[in-house]
Structure formats: structure tokens, C-alpha cells
């Protein structure tokens, strides 16, 4: 097989294509010299218990301590994680992921004495100690640990919970292995020869013209799904079962109630985003109306519905290109984030291409320390790439304006937030690249990818995020989840949001197998939330002036200085209403009717 058609080994990829880990560690070894002073710090952590009560001085020093532990923990496990993702078959990379996870877990178990300390602190005490001078760096994490006052167990309750941490991550990390490592997807045969199926060249068969092409490699892939269906229901219902359990221990109302409490969102944001976009389903079923004309085919598959409408426009944009495109697209932002994030793409914040065991997907990965890491498994022939480029681009500078701006007991925003910032950018490379379009063809291909990113971004994520809700009120209200009844309650979803143009296959409900993101719960709707308030700070940037803009960087540089509803409110956007979500609706049925006005004229 030559080398034009298989997927690369890690060793085959060229040094100035990976991420540079330098920052964190200079190599394996300094890490495990580095985990041998994580433990033996953790060994002090029960010195400081009964001291936190004495004296805002006391305090301090115990947080000091907590702060330095947590730096160091952060930048041995993101360093493990980062080496791992790169083959997920890699045994010394997964050693290093299983040695400071359990660490960490030890550390945990410790220290657990730790929130029911600070609770017990008298409320007049502590209002003393949370104005004092040495207390600055912590006030805003003292101050979220106390909303927890009604969540917190006793120390030997944390312990217990602590202990158990370790184990949490097992769905998670067996799906991932299976999917990504045992999972052999196989050769489609193309008119170009064989080339290879996987999670990550799926989405590129996906857009191909050629239907027969995109038939046979959608039921090669979903082929391996339906054989180890039982297994993979099985670990995914495994993790909502954990969920339920962790929020009945900690007194909350339900599994989403918990995952919702930390960032402060009231659950009505995630009903108003279900409930509204659930009210605006009539322009998504004529999207897809539209496709199957603008298609010429004699029904609609679920193997239609990523392919491009325009099909004569070719793309390929190599990745230097692509950076290239992205500055331009983000001069709005000004000299400072543009040549930041430029000099980090071209350089090594990326790990650029697909190699054999690689992690699928995209993602960024902003620590404190390092630099804020981009995974991509890059694609030159998909323009969607460069919008995953210019997407991730955003997180990492979200990152690196948080990290540079606050202190490390909270500079990490929360994904809520996080969302805002990668789609905001996407917003922008689209509103350039449709600018700079030199012909109709190109204009209706750019307005297409775009009705095709919201439509994935806000309508998708929310029918996700509907189908999690769906799951874990069945498991809390005492109906047993089986691989049936999974596969029945997403069926229905796939018909509610596709339309009745949609003929879906005796496989199409197996998606709901084969998303990564339900294994961290009531995460998705962030997406469709994040996209909503990105678009309405695009619009302010790009058409007001400076304030505008400085406001969408204090943002940026809020970190967790503050709760999402309200930095986001800094910015300029009020999530506390369905009003962005409806505009995000509008904004596509408008685009709807601009690809029906283009392909008339065509």
C-alpha cells in the first residue's frame, strides 16, 4: 500500500507538525521526576488540617500550598493527556495518564477534609477573613466553595467520594479505547483507489458528491457500531448511572441540576434553548426540503445531509493557508490577538495531522502553564477544517488572555463560556470568506456552509442535549435504560428535528452510540447556547467600535472571575433570555431563504 492512502504511524509525522510540550516538561523523564514532587507535596496536605480556621494568614498559607499542588498536578496531567491523545494505543503514554490520575485521586481523598473546613468557618470569620489583603488571590474561589454549604459532606463522606474518582473516568476512557483503537474501520474502494474509514476521514466521505461512495462508507462505519452495540449502550448507560448517583449523594434534585450548579446556570437556560429551538424546527425542515431538491434525489438518506449543495467549488487549503485566511478574518480583533494566535499556529500550539491511534476530533487544551494546545486531525480537501482551526483557534485564545489575566484558583472560564469565544470566531472567518467571494458559485457554497455549521452547532447540539436530558429522567425516574430504549427515544428525536423528508436507516439511531461528548454530561447544550451568544457579539464587534470590542475582551480576560450569565452580560449579551437563541433561529431561516434565492439563479 503506498503512503498516499494509509494512515501515517505517530513516528511518521514531521516534528514542526505536533505540539511542542516543551512548556510543560521537556521530556517523559522530567515528567516522572516531576509526579515524584507532586506526591511527596500531597504527603503534606494533612498538616494543614484544623489550621484553616485560625486566621486569614492560616488560610492563605493552606491556599498557597493548594495553589502550587495544583499547578504542578495540572501540568502533569495535561501533559500525560496530551502524549496519550496522540496514540491511544501508546502503553507508556496511558501509564503516565493512570499514575497521576491516581495521584491526583490520592491527593483528593487527602485534602477532602478540605470544603467541609472552610464551610465550618463561622460566617463572621470568614466575611474577616475574605476582606483581607492576603486573601485577594482566593476571594473568588472562597466565595464559589460556599455555595457549596448545602452540597458538602461530612470529611469521611468526601473521603469516601474522593477515593472513588479515580474509576469515574472508566466509560469514558473504554469507549474511547474501543472506538478510536480496536475499532478497525477498514478501506472504501473510491474512484481514486482504496483509502481508509475512520472517525476521522467519516466526515470526509461525508461530503463527497459521489452518493454510492457516501452509502457504502456510512453502513462500513455503522457496521462496527452495530456490532458492539451491546457494549457500547452499556458503558454509555454506566455513565449516566454514575451521574444520577453523584447527584442524589451531593442533595441535588437531579443529575442536570448538579452539572448546571457549578457555573450558576438556572436549569430554565437549558429549557428555554430545548423549548425554543424546539418552536423553531419549520426553517431546519425546509433546509432539508431544499437539500433534496438542490440534491436532484429521489429521497433524502442520512448519508445527504453533510454533503455540499454546490458541488462544482473546490477547496484545498493547506495549512499555512488556512492561517493565513484566519488572521485576515480576525483583524477585527485587533494586532494583538491576531498575531498571537498566528504565531501559534504556525509554530507548535498545534498538532496538525491524523496519525494511526490518534485521538479523532478536534480540541483545545489551555493550561495555566503551557501553551494553549490544539489537537486536529487536519484535512486540506475540507473546508470545515478551517473552521475547526479558526473554532479551536479561539478557545486557545480565550485561554491564553484568561491565564494571563487572572490568578490559577480561577483563571479557567467555564466551557459555558468557552463556546462563546470558538464560535465567535468561526462567525467572523465566515463573514470574510463570504465577503472576499469572487463568484456566485463560491457565495452560494460559503452562505451553504454556514446554514450547515449553525444548523450542526445549534440545532444538532440541541437535539443532543434534549436526548441527555431524555436519558437521565428515564434512569431517575426508575425506567430501566436498555440498548431498546435508547435506540427508540433517539429514533424519535432524529425524526423530530430531521422532518418528514428524512427516510432514515435501520442504523441511523445508532448515533446515538457514537458521540464522545455524552460521556461528559449536559455539556452539548453549550454549544448551542455559545453559538447563540456568539452571534450576537459578532454583530456587535464587527458593527460598533472600540467599547464594543474592548467589552468582548473583558470578556475574554474575565476567566472564572465571574459566573457565564454575567460576564456574558459584560460583553454584551443577556443568556438569561430565550432572545438569543431566537435570534440565532432567525439568523438561519434567513439564510435558508438566501440558498433558495441563489439556487433559483443559478
Known amino acids: 500500500m503506498s503512503e498516499a492512502i494509509r494512515i501515517p504511524g505517530r513516528q511518521e509525522i514531521a516534528q514542526a507538525d505536533t505540539w511542542d510540550l516543551s512548556?510543560?516538561?521537556?521530556?517523559?523523564?522530567?515528567?516522572?521526576?516531576?509526579?515524584?514532587?507532586?506526591?511527596?507535596?500531597?504527603?503534606?496536605?494533612?498538616?494543614?488540617?484544623?489550621?484553616?480556621?485560625?486566621?486569614?494568614?492560616?488560610?492563605?498559607?493552606?491556599?498557597?500550598?493548594?495553589?502550587?499542588?495544583?499547578?504542578?498536578?495540572?501540568?502533569?496531567?495535561?501533559?500525560?493527556?496530551?502524549?496519550?491523545?496522540?496514540?491511544?494505543?501508546?502503553?507508556?503514554?496511558?501509564?503516565?495518564?493512570?499514575?497521576?490520575?491516581?495521584?491526583?485521586?490520592?491527593?483528593?481523598?487527602?485534602?477532602?477534609w478540605e470544603g467541609p473546613e472552610i464551610l465550618a468557618i463561622p460566617e463572621q470569620d470568614m466575611n474577616q477573613f475574605l476582606a483581607h489583603p492576603r486573601i485577594a488571590d482566593y476571594r473568588i474561589y472562597l466565595q464559589r466553595?460556599?455555595?457549596?454549604?448545602?452540597?458538602?459532606?461530612?470529611?469521611?463522606?468526601?473521603?469516601?467520594?474522593?477515593?472513588?474518582?479515580?474509576?469515574?473516568?472508566?466509560?469514558?476512557?473504554?469507549?474511547?479505547?474501543?472506538?478510536?483503537?480496536?475499532?478497525?474501520?477498514?478501506?472504501?474502494?473510491?474512484?481514486?483507489?482504496?483509502?481508509?474509514?475512520?472517525?476521522?476521514?467519516?466526515?470526509?466521505?461525508?461530503?463527497?458528491?459521489?452518493?454510492?461512495?457516501?452509502?457504502?462508507?456510512?453502513?462500513?462505519?455503522?457496521?462496527?457500531?452495530?456490532?458492539?452495540?451491546?457494549?457500547?449502550?452499556?458503558?454509555?448507560?454506566?455513565?449516566?448511572?454514575?451521574?444520577?448517583?453523584?447527584?442524589?449523594?451531593r442533595g441535588f434534585d437531579s443529575a442536570r441540576?448538579?452539572?448546571?450548579?457549578?457555573?450558576?446556570?438556572?436549569?430554565?437556560?437549558?429549557?428555554?434553548?430545548?423549548?425554543?429551538?424546539?418552536?423553531?424546527?419549520?426553517?431546519?425542515?425546509?433546509?432539508?426540503?431544499?437539500?433534496?431538491?438542490?440534491?436532484?434525489?429521489?429521497?433524502?438518506?442520512?448519508?445527504?445531509?453533510?454533503?455540499?449543495?454546490?458541488?462544482?467549488?473546490?477547496?484545498?487549503?493547506?495549512?499555512?493557508?488556512?492561517?493565513?485566511?484566519?488572521s485576515a478574518a480576525l483583524a477585527p480583533l485587533g494586532d494583538e490577538y491576531v498575531s498571537t494566535l498566528?504565531?501559534?499556529?504556525?509554530g507548535r500550539w498545534a498538532d496538525r495531522y491524523e496519525n494511526k491511534g490518534k485521538r479523532s476530533g478536534?480540541?483545545?487544551?489551555?493550561?495555566?502553564?503551557?501553551?494553549?494546545?490544539?489537537?486536529?486531525?487536519?484535512?486540506?480537501?475540507?473546508?470545515?477544517d478551517v473552521f475547526t482551526l479558526a473554532h479551536e483557534g479561539g478557545h486557545s485564545m480565550h485561554s491564553w488572555y484568561s491565564a494571563r489575566s487572572n490568578p490559577f484558583m480561577h483563571y479557567n472560564y467555564t466551557i459555558f463560556e468557552a463556546e462563546v469565544a470558538s464560535t465567535f470566531n468561526e462567525d467572523l472567518l465566515f463573514r470574510h470568506l463570504e465577503k472576499n467571494a469572487d463568484n456566485a458559485e463560491m457565495r452560494l457554497y460559503l452562505v451553504n456552509k454556514r446554514a450547515d455549521e449553525l444548523l450542526a452547532t445549534l440545532y444538532r447540539q440541541t437535539m443532543f442535549a434534549e436526548f441527555e436530558m431524555i436519558s437521565h429522567r428515564l434512569e431517575e425516574g426508575g425506567t430501566p435504560l436498555t440498548l431498546e430504549v435508547l435506540r427508540a427515544e433517539y429514533r424519535t428525536l432524529l425524526e423530530k428535528y430531521f422532518g418528514p423528508e428524512m427516510i432514515l436507516e435501520s442504523a441511523s439511531d445508532l448515533e446515538g452510540l457514537r458521540i464522545p461528548h455524552f460521556y461528559r454530561a449536559f455539556y452539548v447544550y453549550k454549544y448551542a447556547t455559545g453559538i447563540s451568544a456568539s452571534f450576537a457579539l459578532a454583530q456587535r464587534v464587527v458593527s460598533g467600535g472600540r467599547q464594543e470590542r474592548e467589552d468582548y475582551f473583558a470578556f475574554l480576560k474575565s476567566g472564572g472571575s465571574r459566573f457565564p450569565i454575567e460576564s456574558l452580560k459584560v460583553a454584551g449579551v443577556d443568556m438569561g433570555t430565550p432572545e438569543p437563541v431566537r435570534a440565532a433561529c432567525r439568523y438561519f431561516a434567513r439564510l435558508v431563504d438566501e440558498l433558495e434565492k441563489l439556487l433559483l439563479v443559478r
Request: charged share 25%; proline share 3%.
Open 23 to 112: 512548556k510543560l516538561f521537556a521530556n517523559d523523564a522530567a515528567w516522572n521526576e516531576s509526579l515524584a514532587v507532586y506526591e511527596k507535596m500531597a504527603e503534606k496536605i494533612p498538616s494543614f488540617r484544623g489550621t484553616l480556621a485560625q486566621s486569614a494568614e492560616s488560610l492563605a498559607a493552606y491556599l498557597d500550598f493548594s495553589r502550587d499542588l495544583g499547578i504542578l498536578g495540572e501540568r502533569l496531567y495535561y501533559y500525560a493527556d496530551l502524549r496519550q491523545t496522540e496514540d491511544e494505543g501508546c502503553g507508556e503514554a496511558r501509564t503516565m495518564c493512570g499514575k497521576i490520575t491516581m495521584a491526583a485521586a490520592k491527593a483528593q481523598a487527602a485534602g477532602a
Open 257 to 326: 441540576a448538579a452539572a448546571l450548579f457549578p457555573d450558576n446556570v438556572s436549569e430554565a437556560v437549558y429549557d428555554n434553548l430545548v423549548a425554543t429551538v424546539g418552536e423553531n424546527l419549520d426553517a431546519l425542515h425546509r433546509y432539508y426540503q431544499l437539500r433534496k431538491r438542490a440534491l436532484k434525489l429521489p429521497d433524502l438518506r442520512h448519508y445527504d445531509v453533510y454533503t455540499p449543495l454546490v458541488q462544482s467549488v473546490k477547496r484545498t487549503t493547506n495549512w499555512n493557508e488556512a492561517v493565513d485566511v484566519i
Open 145 to 249: 466553595t460556599l455555595r457549596y454549604r448545602t452540597h458538602i459532606l461530612s470529611d469521611r463522606e468526601e473521603r469516601i467520594i474522593a477515593l472513588h474518582a479515580e474509576g469515574e473516568e472508566t466509560p469514558s476512557d473504554a469507549f474511547s479505547v474501543l472506538t478510536n483503537v480496536d475499532f478497525d474501520f477498514g478501506m472504501i474502494d473510491t474512484p481514486e483507489g482504496q483509502r481508509p474509514l475512520s472517525q476521522s476521514t467519516w466526515s470526509v466521505f461525508m461530503e463527497k458528491p459521489d452518493r454510492d461512495l457516501r452509502r457504502r462508507a456510512y453502513e462500513a462505519f455503522y457496521h462496527h457500531f452495530e456490532s458492539h452495540k451491546t457494549t457500547l449502550a452499556s458503558l454509555y448507560f454506566g455513565s449516566v448511572k454514575q451521574d444520577v448517583i453523584k447527584a442524589r449523594i
Open 362 to 384: 478536534a480540541f483545545s487544551a489551555g493550561s495555566f502553564s503551557g501553551d494553549p494546545y490544539i489537537l486536529m486531525n487536519y484535512k486540506e480537501d475540507s473546508i470545515r
Open 342 to 346: 498566528r504565531t501559534g499556529l504556525l
